[in-house]
């Protein structure tokens, strides 16, 4: 039978599905139509917001959405000048992904004796179209919130509204997003259907598109941040000229780099000593302390300089949340494992005592953050002022005391409010918040003990391990992975908590208990400065990135998997 000339392209398409590498493309296909819907879900309720944050976070104005446009002006009165080194270090940060990623992929290949870089033709095509695709959302984003200030009146018809809305997507902003992106995917698509062909491909491991899409993204973001900072920096920079100042961006940048690259060499120093021999490892630890010294005493002397351009009630919100954190996360995972391994044993009523204690994080957080300021109320007669009354100790204002606690411990002393500690009110939130999610890690710690062998213990006992070396050398190894897990969960937790919190603050203590997350809602609900909050919420995630990047690199050599 004589084949069609349109038999022929149709047959080499077909021949992508055939034998082990079309099974594999099958399943992929397969795959990729099941979690379509999924991505779709967590883009548009979850990315999509954060798109929409970054993109408020560079307009101003009162009550308006999305305001004018000000590049980095909400950053600049958030944390002043630190904004030019989060942007400059931002950039370096993006490219160096990029590159690493690039580099650690062609590694692997190589390692498989496969082709590599025939991959970057498809893999930039999909990452262009990636992010052209973000483009186009970010320029068609005020052409549809403009749309309901034109619909006022007579003018709030469906004919109206399809009008405009048809005017937004085919307007020049966005159909130059748009013919990007259809490019970009183009030129992947041509791309990857050429290398599947190739039948000298077909016969090595891997697909490396990923790697290039990944650093197409990441340059892409590297330069749309490198544009803002410079833009920003180049306002200042005529700003400063037009009113005679000086400009200390430059020499606060590169003091604030220094401290920062001084501190990560000595951790690096501290972290190498320990693979060394004993003369080296002293000689590397000591440079290493040297360098945090060093590098702590820049940063000590120049970081309060810049806060001191920020807004301070932003920078106080972050110190509260620290207090918060550092205040909740250990005592709560101290006393969860203790009770966890009381209740692991072979006693009576175990269950029982495993459902009271998960009682409160079960219950809702607003009723029994209102039965906790009924507690720690500053009435003489409330409950704990009772208690306290009792053995001789007056009363307490507690939930409404601004003052730190270590001014409170020391009458004679004066100490400055970032360094009295949390204030009495923050202590009780704190109480609450360990009441509240120990219950929670006594659970998880239980499931964890449950996957530790029980023959390791009695392994351990016929050699005449005790109870507490059992517990040093079996159980805490073991349970690393769980630690990690509920650390990581609780820092992220206390950076975001918001309900009970906001229930416990009250006006008398004057501010102190406002994490950065009320502090962010109050900008939003009570100031309506939308593009302010957004840009306060961006630095909220990125300091949860940073602590939890700490996290992982402090933990990558404690956690024993088995």
Known sequence: ?????????????????????????????????????????????????????????????????????????????????????????????????????????????????????????????FGVMAAATLGWIIRLLPLLLDIPNQMRGANNTPENFRRLLGEALTSPQAMEMMWLMLAGLGIGALGLAVLTRNPNLRRHQGNFAAPFTFATIMLALAGAIGWLTWAELQKNIADSFTNGGGLDIWSQMILISAGFLLLWLSWRLWRSASHRDSMLSVVLRLGGAAALMLGAWVLIAEAPRVIAQGDARWWYSLLATFYYSLG??????????????????????????????????????????????????????????????????????????????????????????????????????MIYGVWTFFGFNTVIFLAGLGNIPREMYEAAAIDGAGRWPQFRHITLPLLSPTIYFLTLYSVIGTFKAFNHIYVLRTGAALGTTDTASVVIFQTFQRDTRYGYASALAILLLLVIIVLTVVNNRIAERRVHYG
């Open 1 to 125: 039978m004589t084949k069609t000339p349109d038999s022929i392209p149709a047959a080499g398409w077909r021949r992508l599905f055939v034998g082990r590498q079309g099974r594999k493309l099958r399943e992929a296909l397969l795959a990729y139509l099941f979690l379509t819907p999924a991505f779709l879900v967590v883009g548009l309720f979850g990315l999509f917001p954060l798109v929409f944050a970054a993109f408020m976070s560079t307009h101003r104005g009162l009550n308006r959405i999305p305001g004018t446009f000000d590049g980095l002006g909400n950053y600049i009165q958030a944390i002043g000048d630190l904004t030019y080194f989060l942007g400059f270090w931002g950039v370096v940060i993006l490219i160096v992904l990029a590159l690493r990623a690039i580099a650690r992929s062609a590694i692997k290949a190589k390692e498989k004796n496969s082709p590599f870089w025939q991959w970057a033709i498809p893999g930039i095509g």
């Open 328 to 429: 909740t996360i250990p005592p709560q995972l101290i006393v969860a494992l203790v009770l966890a391994v009381l209740l692991f044993q072979e006693i009576r009523g175990r269950s029982f005592f495993r459902v009271i204690y998960f009682l409160p994080y079960i219950a809702p957080f607003v009723g029994t953050a209102a039965v906790f300021k009924i507690i720690f109320s500053s009435r003489p007669t409330a409950p704990i002022n009772s208690i306290l009354g009792f053995f001789g100790i007056p009363p307490l204002a507690w939930i409404n005391e601004p003052a730190g606690i270590l001014n409170l411990l020391t009458p004679g002393v004066q100490l400055p409010a970032w360094s009295a500690g949390p204030s009495l009110a923050l202590v009780v939130i």
